[in-house]
């Protein structure tokens, strides 16, 4: 049976929109309204198979998140935002919730430890990208990158990488299976399609890259908590790829 690319998408999407408590199911009518243009509860409730009663609460959910709007009452139409204002509204989302998330629990937590115990989490411009990358590269063990951007693997990263690989025995590196990496004696790649961000993980630290309208930006942080947590999913994806 031929797959369906845009089922494909969303499967791959909604484990991390579910994060955000976004459901697949709004996922697929968002899509839906932005690949075939503007329809109403009904005609996107036969269309993907949904009752006609579930379809008002999600595209109530949908309208209140600022996806979709709604048009003209009886009956009325709804269309879907542009791309671009969607991810700008997810990004902020994203920060928003970082932000809580700092100030719910890391800052509480925090004062429980010791005064010598100290963490940061940081945004990281497009211009320091590499520079971080190569410090946390440099100092840390225990080393597993994630490379899904071509223009993050250029040549000079490529040489600190098998620098590294030297020094480091479990140095891992998973790279999107459509990115070339020349062979480097005794590291270990695996590729793996379709992933979503770039990031460099250590035992003590991780520097998560991802883009944004052709713009590499990152976030990094050395609480333990947040290093265990990238490192358990980099495990995930290393069992996936090939």
């Given at each position: ?175 999107q299976s459509d ?37 590499l930006s990152g ?24």
């Amino acid at each position: 049976m031929d797959s369906n690319p845009l089922e494909d998408t969303l499967a791959r999407v909604s484990r991390f929109a579910s994060i955000l408590g976004i459901s697949r199911a709004e996922l697929r009518i968002y899509s839906t309204l932005l690949l075939e243009g503007q329809m109403t509860a009904r005609q996107l409730a036969e269309r993907l198979g949904i009752s006609y009663t579930k379809i008002y609460s999600l595209l109530t959910k949908l309208e209140e998140r600022g996806w979709i709007k709604r048009l003209g009452k009886k009956p009325a139409v709804y269309e879907a935002i542009p791309l671009r204002d969607l991810w700008a509204g997810i990004k902020k989302m994203i920060e928003i919730k970082v932000d809580e998330f700092e100030k719910e629990f890391i800052e509480p937590l925090s004062s429980l430890l010791s005064p010598s115990s100290t963490y940061s989490i940081t945004m990281i411009p497009s211009d320091k990208i590499k520079s971080t990358f190569y410090e946390i590269l440099d100092e840390g063990n225990k080393v597993s990158i994630a490379i899904s951007y071509p223009e993050l693997l250029s040549e000079d990263i490529i040489q600190a990488i098998k620098a590294k690989s030297y020094t480091s025995p479990d140095l891992r590196v998973i790279i999107q299976s459509d990115i070339n990496i020349p062979e480097i004696s005794g590291l270990q790649i695996r590729k793996l399609s379709n992933m979503f961000g770039s990031g460099l993980i250590t035992s003590t630290a991780v520097l998560l890259i991802i883009k944004n309208a052709d713009k590499l930006s990152g976030l990094f942080s050395n609480h333990k908590y947040i290093v265990d947590i990238a490192t358990v999913y980099f495990n995930h994806l290393w069992t996936q790829a090939k």
